[in-house]
């Protein structure tokens, strides 16, 4: 970071501000930087890129992390990401930080996850962004062994720098340090979410569901974070946010539109 | 399709069940095939790639489209697949169609736009899939040229199949269908939101903040989305869900893991 000064590190997540996970990576990313945490101020998992746009929102200082300058705002990870740019910061974040998630961000998991959303707003905007996660959803899970991995990926980030376009989507097993085998650069393996509706009645009679859903993995890549992740790796997939699928322009080129 | 039966054809969007947009949709749709609707039963534009994980989802049959099957769904428009794939079908429909939406979801709005996101969602089930957005917001916006380009690209998706895992992104500028020049294959524009945070006073005297944006387009080049709208054509972006940044792997396996 230029002339050596402490870099200035934004810090969210989608499981809200009072999380165990993100009290982790707050007390990481204070190693490295200045902290400022804006946070949702209720778990907000699942919401992928969604945006307040038809409500308002809502932003209160509190003070979980010891005197770290921190905001649980009413919106989604990605409301907490603008709100921290465009109305709390004065000037640009030097690094922005997504997580400890409680449950796994891999594969296609990624486009369903507040977390990971959260990393992708802040490349969007130009600012180097990491989301970590770890695969145990609960809320008393452990996170000392994914402390050390976010300071070896966060020294490597501040160190070399995110490529452009793109942010990361750190995934940690369920490990002790010492089982961990080390860190692998994947891709994203393909997948798919098979669901379930589980069917009740309300007191009234009227039907409603819960959605309930298996991970199906249908890749046998050993390039995947699928792969790494059951093999004790801890994976890391670049994420970009241009969508194109460039092969398919050909083909469809070949169409006729007149 | 097999055999030449009528395809079986899903519908959705974002902006909700009543919405002008998904009547011009349906409408197109059932010259193409037999019609199943299950959409929002509310708004939910900018809802991105959520899914209700928290609470309950609810859907109704209703019969606004004149003996179509039709369901609104209290979720998302991610939500509304999962229903119409896991619940409602039996079986896969052959095609899902999202919108027509009421405003643009040209460039990186694809990620936040709930009209893509479902496509996106279909495209991940192995259904071929489109979203379809016209570049007016306006509740009684004028769908006829839309009705015209959704009846072209229809037809070359059923023809033609769509290229795998990728859905297609059509975007349809606001203009009377002899002044739309054509159908162009784009990719999608870098560009980003500069959002402005309107902040007012509750009558308690609270703060509360309405967010409110402006689109800047970062991209000169003349094969993009952006391109083709200003320039009077209609923008046809295929859209993957493959989100790893493969050309940043090599960079990043350079990095210091031990």
Redesign the interface.
Known sequence: MENKKRPLILVTNDDGIFAGGIRSLVKVAREFGDVIVVAPDS?Q??????????N????QKVDPFDGVRAYACSG?P??CV??A???IFKGKPDLLLSGINHGANNS?N???SGTM?AA?EGA???IPSIGFSLLDHSAEADFSASEHICR?VIA?AIE?GI?N??C?NVNIPKLPIDLIK??K?C??A?A??????D?RKDPSG??????T?EFVNHDEGEDTDVWALENNYVS??????????????A????????
Chains 1, 2 share one sequence.
């Open positions: 778990p998992s699942g919401m992928g890129h969604a945006v307040t746009l038809h308002i929102l809502r932003s989604t990605v409301d603008k709100l740019l465009f109305q296609i990624v486009i369903y959303s992708v969007m905007d130009g070896k490597n070399n490529p376009d793109t990361l080390g860190i650069v891709r994203q393909r798919s979410w098979e669901e379930e509706f069917a009227k039907e409603y569901y819960w959605v859903g890391l997939v670049p994420v970009q946010y241009d969508l194109t699928a460039h092969h398919a322009i083909t469809l080129n070949s169409w006729k539109y007149e």
